[in-house]
């Protein structure tokens, strides 16, 4: 009696801690916890984040930038760069809009790469 007595209340224990250990820990917020470095292994360079100031260096001046500098903007390929360079010259960078040259998604991409210099 004694023995199927300790057996149920092994068993009732078992059952009561398994969940608790099946858990696990929940989803950090920040950055992932990085492996302890080696000296084998040299650490990756850190890329600045896009969107980020560090990340847009100089700004491109719509009205005097070349095809290749155009094309490197983001959702700006050749047909857009073209279209840029054929609409020129530009008042404001917001007449890539105005112009219907580019839709609002692509120079919402670049305004923040962008300026439109005037010719004085």
Known sequence: MHLSRLG???ALAFLLTSPVLAQTTAPSTGTPAKPPAS?????????PAPGSTASVGKLIDIN??????LDKLPQIGTARADAIIQ????????????KKIIPQNAYDAIKDRIIAH???
């Open 8 to 10: 149920a209340i092994t």
């Open 39 to 47: 000296a084998a292994t040299p650490a990756p360079a850190a890329k």
């Open 64 to 69: 005097s930038a070349s095809k290749d500098e």
């Open 87 to 98: 609409g020129r010259p530009y008042k404001a960078k917001s007449d890539l809009i105005d």
């Open 118 to 120: 005037q010719k004085s």
